[in-house]
């Protein structure tokens, strides 16, 4: 199985500020990675596909980016709503392993 | 609308069997993924199988391969996901979920609204 390995696993952060959250795949998976956001006690939501292509109707805020085996998800200014746990999974092999979760709290 | 529905909440014993279901709406059901993710109380997402409505082809992680069958019904549109005997370490909600075309190597885009499963022993 491919393993991503996402840090931090618990980010603090304040209103307004730009988070970055990583993922590192184990081999290389080219650009079949996503993003998504889970709040507690609802389904995960997908916010990027493609390494970097933002699904439909997530603000522009978030941005995703690649470099290698290497994966970013940034949020350029951090807002109430966006205070969730993020996870991100490749859909390059199965099984389509997901990351271990980011927490990001005030 | 897409949507995805899926069955309630489970209290069963260790040993028992279970089914659970995704009913699904809103699009073309034999021309996807749908896919069952498991969420362990307080951890985090693990991708069990996914299943091809079209031709019912199927795949699974090996940490799930044998201990569920995953499954679907194409004349009402619905995936399952079941047990033979379950175990206390099975207790998790459970997610359905839809690929983001009939392509296999695409995310989930829409999900079911998690089916919680509590086995006692």
């Known amino acids: 199985d491919i393993q991503l390995t996402q840090s931090p696993s618990f980010l603090s952060a304040s209103v307004g500020d730009r988070v970055t959250i990583t993922c590192r795949a184990s081999?290389?998976?080219?650009?079949?990675l996503a993003w998504y956001q889970q709040k507690p006690g609802k389904a995960p939501k997908l916010l990027i596909h493609?390494?970097?292509t933002l699904q439909s109707g997530v603000p522009s805020r978030f941005s995703g980016s690649r470099s290698g085996t290497e994966f970013t998800l940034t949020i350029s200014s951090l807002q109430p709503e966006d205070f969730a746990t993020y996870y991100c999974?490749?859909?390059?092999?199965?099984?389509?392993?997901f990351g271990g979760g980011t927490k990001v709290e005030i | 609308e897409v949507q995805l529905v899926q069955s309630g909440a489970e209290m069963k014993k260790s040993g028992e069997s279970l089914r659970i279901s995704c009913k699904t709406s809103?699009?073309?059901?034999?021309?996807?993924?749908i896919g069952w993710v498991r969420q362990m109380p307080g951890k985090g997402l693990e991708w069990m199988a996914v299943?091809?409505?079209?031709?019912?082809?199927?795949r699974y992680s090996p940490s799930f391969q044998g201990q569920v069958t995953i499954s679907a019904d194409k004349s009402i549109n619905t995936a399952y996901l079941e047990w033979s005997s379950l175990r206390a370490s099975d207790t998790a909600i459970y997610y359905c979920?839809?690929?983001?075309?009939?392509?296999?190597?695409?995310?989930?885009?829409?999900w079911g609204q998690g089916t919680l499963l509590t086995v006692s022993s």
């Open positions: 809103g699009f073309t059901f034999t021309t996807y993924w």
């Open positions: 979920a839809r690929t983001a075309s009939s392509s296999w190597k695409v995310p989930f885009d829409y």
């Open positions: 299943i091809y409505p079209g031709d019912s082809d199927t």
């Open positions: 493609g390494a970097s």
């Open positions: 081999q290389g998976i080219s650009t079949y």
């Open positions: 999974q490749q859909v390059n092999t199965y099984p389509h392993t």
